[in-house]
């Protein structure tokens, strides 16, 4: 079975089994959630750009840009029980 990495490291003429990359990059984060384990509100955003050049190493000259933005709200409180909508939201006792 040829998986798509085989086939993708044939068709640039890099050994399949066996490679390195090394090189710098840059990551800028933006982090502004009330909590990094259950965020309930606020903002995740990365960029990163990684830089592999033959010269440092790498089996190949290669780069990576990459971007992930996640956006937190909390949801509205649910009723236990019966509430009317001036009521705080509780749990039955």
Do not use: K
């Amino acid at each position: 079975m040829v998986t798509s990495h085989y086939a993708y490291s044939e068709a640039l003429g890099s050994n399949p089994g066996a490679y390195n990359t090394s090189g710098p990059s840059l990551n800028i984060v933006w982090d502004s959630r009330d909590s990094t384990i259950n965020p309930y509100r606020g903002i995740y955003a990365a960029l990163t750009y990684q830089w592999y050049p033959h010269w440092l190493g790498s089996a190949q000259d290669a780069s990576l840009f990459y971007g992930e933005f996640r956006g937190y709200r909390a949801s509205p409180r649910r009723c236990h029980g019966t509430c009317s909508p001036s009521e705080p939201s509780s749990r039955p006792t």
